[in-house]
């Protein structure tokens, strides 16, 4: 696991050595969907060296109290 904010923008890459698996059987295949809704960005390579999945998220910028 590595990552790194720059730009407003934070990269998370997540590797391992498993190989990749399509879906299969009931209550699995949920991670990819959830990714892909909570990132911008979801990139996925697999390998004979294993998977690697880089998400990418642009961060909100905090809103200024409101003056009372």
Known sequence: LSGF???GTVELTVSDPGRWRKTGGQGRGRGM???RELMDSVDLVHS?????VTLRR??????????V
């Open 5 to 7: 904010v720059s730009d």
């Open 33 to 35: 969907p959830m990714m």
């Open 48 to 52: 004979e060296e294993g998977t690697t």
């Open 58 to 67: 642009r961060l909100r910028v905090p809103s200024k109290p409101a003056s």
